[in-house]
C-alpha cells in the first residue's frame, strides 16, 4: 500500500502560482509512476499531468502544457507540480496518484493510489 498526502493548495488571482507537493509513504514510491488529477465542481475527474518512474518522460493534458510542470525526487518520495500561469477554469480539487503496475496513463480508473485531494482556486 501507499499513502499519498497532498499539500500547497490554496486561492491565488489569475495569473499567479502555486506549488503542489505529493508526500508518499508506505511502499517505495519511487517504483511507482505518478501523477495529478483534478475535478471541479460538476464535472467528472480529469487528468492534469504525470511522470514516470524515473522522471524521464512526463504528460501533460492540452490544457495544462507549457503552464505546469511535474517533477519526483525519488530520494525524498515525493512530487511536486509547479503551476504557473493560473486561469479561474484551473479552479478543482486536486489529487495525487500513484500506479502500483504499468506505465503511465491518462485513464483515472488505471491508478491504483489517491491522495485525499487539495483545493486549488484561481480567481479572475
Known amino acids: 500500500q501507499v499513502q499519498l498526502v497532498e499539500s500547497g493548495g490554496g486561492s491565488v488571482q489569475a495569473g499567479g502560482s502555486l506549488r503542489l507537493s505529493c508526500a508518499a509513504s508506505g511502499r517505495t514510491s519511487s517504483n511507482y509512476p505518478m501523477g495529478w488529477f483534478r475535478q471541479a465542481p460538476g464535472k467528472e475527474r480529469e487528468f492534469v499531468s504525470a511522470?514516470?518512474?524515473?522522471?524521464?518522460?512526463?504528460d501533460y493534458a492540452d490544457s495544462v502544457k507549457g503552464r505546469f510542470t511535474i517533477s519526483r525526487d525519488n530520494t525524498k518520495n515525493t512530487e511536486s507540480l509547479q503551476m504557473n500561469s493560473l486561469k479561474p477554469e484551473d479552479t478543482a480539487v486536486y489529487y495525487c496518484?500513484?500506479?502500483?503496475?504499468?506505465?503511465?496513463?491518462?485513464?483515472?480508473?488505471?491508478?491504483?493510489?489517491w491522495g485525499q485531494g487539495t483545493q486549488v482556486t484561481v480567481s479572475s
Open positions: 511522470i514516470t518512474r524515473s522522471g524521464s518522460a512526463t
Open positions: 496518484v500513484a500506479r502500483a503496475r504499468g506505465g503511465v496513463t491518462r485513464a483515472a480508473s488505471w491508478w491504483d493510489y
